[in-house]
């Protein structure tokens, strides 16, 4: 069938049922709905047998969906109906949930369902649980759905509140006044609640030294306790520990409230915005090993399974700043010296990497400068990964991966892949040429041709599509707690495997053989001439498409190989 996607914005939702549909056979096209007029268009350029919404905030015309059929995806059980669903499911402590697929009508979520899939709520932050359990029903309900009107039999049921599969309500939005923390009388699981019912977006509005911030992302403490509820009591790599009445909670990132008339404010590491009132604040380290064994904050945790270490790291957003590049460097290399035989790479659920930190950039004094120091950063960290010669190295992409976040990956010997997993392998929508290595490790896996294609079309690459092309070796089925048994398994078994030996002698060989054609060393200069280009050169388009990025607006324009609106048909 020819599918035309409408969402608010190709986020990791809409291109995982963009990849979905496109395996299936379907030609898939996407609008992003920037205003009705672009809608109509859309539909009138592609004349689509359907229409999916993944991702919508706002109503579609209704000319379009009174002749059109046209589905919503909502995030909620059949009945539920709100802009914040999710927000209530983890505020409330909800241990199954749902996506429903319903039919576009005047009233909004209150159109006849095609399909609804339930789902368990995971202990976690709202933009996990919707990346993660939340995507994999949203596919199967979307699949299911496309199925039955491609069949032409099914008729939807409208939405009925008599029937006892009906368990959703109307709600209202989340706002501040629901999400608003008592420090005095909030206990540590009512915190933990508010704070991941909001930790992408819009965060909680709290108050501290005298001003107001959105506090984004928690994670409980096992050790530290404070005498005052709601104080700072401890730091750890920009994170904030926050005391409860009951124990203590990390804070990964803070967001100053705007000003009226100021400037747009955005996500940064909490010590970072708090930077100046934090002097009497003690920072408390924790190794990746002792945190592996704990239930505390840390970025980085490492833990060793037979001859098997597992190095796992989680970034928020999977973006990595130059502190976070050398943290995980730094952890690597540790890790790179226990006498291990295997390691694998990656977090445990979620994001495996999207590369450098935007927002840091945006918020440092120079931003070209610590751009260029970041790249550096991450292309120390994969050359550090791309000269292990005594261990095989396995990249485990549990969640999505994109740009330098994704070359990372590459650089293992390889790549095991979640088959929910995403995979952006390009720069271009930011205006850069990339470094990371990439010229090296992208085409020796798929060739320069499809190297060439994949970084130049921009499109999302599902798990299935990237199996074939050689971009991962291996993927595997389940949820995240099933892929990382898997992983766990796999690992060991390679680890104790008869051809280990003869695996690393060969990849010993193949390494002085590629250094002997090519040195690494002229890989990355290559690539750091281009993008020393793409930081300080004039005309690049890289520092208005990254502040557009970070401020959530459309740019003015885009870089100038880019030629043609890029996902709108594939």
């Excluded at 919404?53 to 009945?79: E, N, Y």
């Excluded at 990497?353 to 070209?368: K, W």
């Excluded at 199996?467 to 993927?475: C, E, I, P």
């Excluded at 002085?512 to 690494?520: F, Q, S």
Aim: proline letters at 5%; aromatic letters at 6%.
């Amino acid at each position: 069938m020819r599918i035309l996607l409408i969402a608010s914005a190709f986020n990791s939702l809409t291109q995982r049922v963009h990849t979905e549909l496109r395996e299936r056979g379907h030609t898939v096209a996407v609008e992003l709905a920037l205003g009705d007029d672009a809608v109509r268009a859309a539909v009138a350029r592609t004349d689509p047998d359907l229409i999916v919404c993944p991702m919508l905030t706002r109503a579609v015309p209704r000319d379009v969906w009174s002749t059109r059929t046209v589905l919503i995806v909502h995030p909620g059980p059949k009945g539920d109906r709100g802009p914040s669903s999710l927000d209530w499911a983890i505020h409330e402590d909800a241990e199954e949930w749902g996506v429903t697929v319903l039919q576009a009508v005047e009233e909004m979520d209150a159109g006849d369902i095609w399909a609804s899939v339930d789902l368990a709520v995971e202990r976690c932050g709202k933009s996990e649980l919707y990346r993660g359990e939340v995507a994999d029903a949203a596919v199967d309900a979307v699949l299911l759905a496309v199925q039955r009107h491609a069949g032409g039999l099914f008729t939807p049921d409208p939405l009925d509140y008599d029937r006892p599969d009906v368990r959703g309500r109307l709600r209202p939005y989340h706002a501040q006044e629901f999400r608003r923390i008592d420090w005095a009388a909030d206990d540590t699981a009512t915190v933990l609640r508010k704070l991941r019912s909001a930790d992408s977006q819009p965060g909680v509005l709290d108050e501290m030294f005298g001003r107001e911030y959105f506090l984004h992302g928690g994670h409980p403490e096992d050790r530290l306790r404070g005498s005052r509820p709601g104080a700072v009591i401890a730091t750890r790599d920009g994170a904030i520990c926050r005391a409860t009445t009951d124990g203590a909670v990390w804070i990964p990132q803070l967001r100053p409230r705007r000003t009226p008339g100021g400037p747009a404010t955005y996500k940064l590491p909490a010590a970072t915005v708090l930077r100046g009132l934090l002097t009497a604040v003690r920072e408390v380290p924790v190794s990746p090993a002792d945190a592996a064994g704990r239930q505390t904050w840390s970025e980085i945790r490492y833990r060793e399974e037979g001859d098997a270490g597992f190095l796992e790291f989680s970034f928020a957003g999977g973006a990595m700043s130059t502190d976070q590049c050398r943290r995980l460097l730094a952890a690597y290399q540790e890790a790179a010296e226990r006498p291990t035989s295997v390691l694998v790479l990656g977090a445990a659920r979620d994001f495996f990497s999207n590369g450098i930190h935007l927002n840091v950039i945006e918020a440092a004094p120079f931003p070209a400068l610590e751009s260029w120091d970041n790249i550096n950063a991450m292309d120390d960290l994969v050359e550090a990964v791309l000269t292990t010669t005594d261990k095989i190295t396995v990249s485990a992409l549990a969640g999505n991966a994109a740009a330098g976040g994704l070359m990372l990956a590459l650089a293992a010997d390889e790549v095991w892949c979640r088959d929910s997993a995403v995979l952006n392998p390009h720069y271009r929508l930011m205006g850069l040429h990339g470094s990371e290595y990439w010229t090296y490790t992208l085409p020796r896996r798929v060739g320069a041709e499809q190297a060439g294609r994949l970084t130049s079309a921009a499109l999302p690459v599902g798990a299935a599509e990237a199996a074939r092309l050689g971009l991962v070796d291996r993927t595997a089925g389940g949820d995240a707690a099933g892929f990382r048994r898997w992983v766990l398994a796999e690992a060991t078994a390679l680890a104790g495997s008869a051809e280990l030996t003869g695996r690393l002698v060969e990849k010993k060989r193949r390494r002085a053989e590629d250094e002997e054609t090519k040195p690494l060393a002229e890989y990355r200069a290559e690539e750091l001439r281009e993008m020393h280009r793409n930081f300080y050169g004039r005309g690049e388009a890289y520092h208005e498409l990254r502040r557009a990025f970070v401020h959530k607006v459309c740019p003015v324009r885009t870089p100038e190989h880019l030629t043609e609106p890029v996902g709108r048909e594939s």
